[in-house]
């Protein structure tokens, strides 16, 4: 985390989200227009463990601001939303019509901001307790809850706390901690991609989130750099992924009952708005990855104590024809989303050959 941290204001944190967005290389604006009590967007989705609830909700864009590629804070705020407003928004969620009456068969609830979750200066700590509370009281069959975060606003008392807080439903809870890992190779992921994650600081959150058996989502981006082969791209997969397997494997493997469970999140880049990517895209340097290359990367995985699941959604940010899915391509997005809930290898061996 850095130094200025422990001492900021709101013109502090709006100026460090404004340096992340000129170091990228960013061209696109804030949304400043959005109502303060309503989430960005929530969805749901099937998943291999029941019905889950994806939620997005607005508040001041990701501090980081500056990973290639991503332009998730330009629907986001760059000042602060303020903790009663992302209160009402929480309260918004669950007495939304469609959640009301799905709320026995949800099973996971994961929770965005399209930043850190678990940093405390853009998602109140009040609203993530205020949070936990009404999915206890609302889902009574919830199995896991989910937060998407940087690695470096996960802090040991507040895991401590969550561990004790998601015991306390009508059904046992487990806690998930999403992480954009993005790519394996160290020169793409930190120098290229502005990614600031290293290997050293992502394993000593998974040492933290082992003494409470903690989940780990890992989200990847197959061929996120222009100038990328499609072959690279596949590679840079297949190398995360067997690094995964090696730390599953490290904390007790998916047949020891493993200490921290790890799901690849396997996310096709698509062509985001105001990035690099759209610059290079329209200039006819970069072409995003097609769904058969998603497969062959995605196979590595099989046989390692991983599970895995294959992101089809670009949330409308991707420019016209920059997304990963083509004219076409519906049977094939219909393939992958039996495997994401089946984890049958079969079907990606199946799409592979056609």
Not at 234 to 252: K, M, V
Request: glycine residues 8%.
């Amino acid at each position: 985390m850095d130094q200025e941290d422990s001492v900021f204001d709101e013109n502090t944190v709006a100026r460090q989200i404004a340096s992340g967005h000129k170091t990228g290389r960013k061209t696109f604006a804030f949304d400043e227009n959005h109502d303060p009590t309503e989430p960005i967007t929530m969805w749901f989705q099937d998943t291999g463990e029941g019905l889950g609830l994806f939620v997005i909700f607005y508040t001041q864009a990701c501090r980081w601001s500056r990973c290639l590629g991503c332009n998730l804070p330009s629907l986001c705020s760059q000042f602060p939303v303020g903790f009663k407003n992302v209160l009402t928004q929480v309260d918004r969620v669950f007495a939304n019509p469609a959640v009301q009456k799905r709320r026995s068969e949800i099973r996971r609830l994961i929770v965005s901001n399209n930043g850190s979750v678990l940093d405390q200066i853009t998602f109140p700590s009040t609203a993530l307790m205020h949070l936990v509370l009404q999915a206890q009281l609302n889902f009574s069959n919830l199995s896991v809850l989910c937060l998407e975060t940087r690695a470096e606003y996960v802090e040991p008392a507040e895991l401590e706390f969550l561990a004790r807080a998601i015991k306390e439903g009508e059904t046992p809870t487990e806690l998930e901690l999403a992480i954009g890992f993005e790519a394996f190779d160290d020169k793409i992921r930190n120098n290229l991609m502005k990614k600031g994650l290293t290997k050293k600081v992502f394993e000593e959150l998974i040492g933290d989130m082992a003494e409470h058996r903690f989940r780990l989502k890992c989200y990847l981006m197959q061929k996120p750099m222009p100038g990328m082969t499609d072959e690279e791209g596949i590679r840079d997969i297949q190398n995360a992924i067997a690094y995964f397997g090696t730390l599953s494997a490290a904390h007790g493997g998916k047949d020891a009952g493993p200490r921290v469970q790890i799901n690849v999140h396997l996310n096709p880049t698509y062509v985001a708005k105001g990035t690099i990517l759209e610059k290079a895209f329209l200039e006819g340097g970069y072409t995003p990855p097609n769904l058969r290359d998603v497969a062959r990367a995605a196979l590595f995985a099989e046989n390692l104590p991983l599970t895995v699941f294959i992101g089809l959604n670009d949330e409308g940010l991707a420019v016209p024809g920059g997304s990963f899915i083509r004219e076409g391509d519906d049977p094939l997005v219909e393939r992958l989303e039996k495997f994401n809930q089946r984890q049958d290898y079969n079907i990606l061996h199946s799409f592979v050959s056609l």
